[in-house]
Nanobody, 124 residues
Framework: VQLVESGGGLVQAGGSLRLSCAASGFTFENYAVGWFRQAPGKEREGVSCISVSDDSDDSTYYQDSVEGRFTISRDNAKNTVFLQMRSLSPEDTAVYFC???????????????WGQGTQVTVSS
């Protein structure tokens, strides 16, 4: 199982970034995926997650501090989850990770998998 984040960078306050998480090694469409972040000196925290999608409804969750500013989505054809971030503030500065709790196949154990992270820095 591999998760690879991209799209981070340096942006001014009020700006936008779109993070991507490319997944491989498991049946992506069968599992929820989440975004987490860790700021310097702070614990890792959940930001948003998206459940298994179907044609009619995606179930999504957002941390209160990002509700209305961030949008999570997934493209199962591309095995990718996106996090569109708008109205960024310096408080959003952190390393952003995507994660899933999945198994490689029906004979394997479920495990928590993490990407390597992508740095988001918001200047004031």
């Amino acid at each position: 199982v591999q998760l690879v984040e991209s799209g981070g960078g340096l942006v001014q306050a009020g700006g936008s970034l779109r993070l991507s998480c490319a997944a491989s090694g498991f049946t992506f469409e069968n599992y929820a995926v989440g975004w987490f972040r860790q700021a310097p000196g702070k614990e890792r925290e959940g930001v948003s997650c998206i459940s298994v999608s179907d044609d009619s409804d995606d179930s999504t969750y957002y941390q209160d501090s990002v509700e209305g500013r961030f949008t999570i989505s997934r493209d199962n054809a591309k095995n990718t989850v996106f996090l569109q971030m708008r109205s960024l503030s310096p408080e959003d500065t952190a390393v952003y990770f995507c994660s899933t709790y999945a198994r490689k196949n029906v004979l394997a154990k479920y495990e928590r998998y993490w990407g390597q992270g992508t740095q988001v820095t918001v200047s004031s």
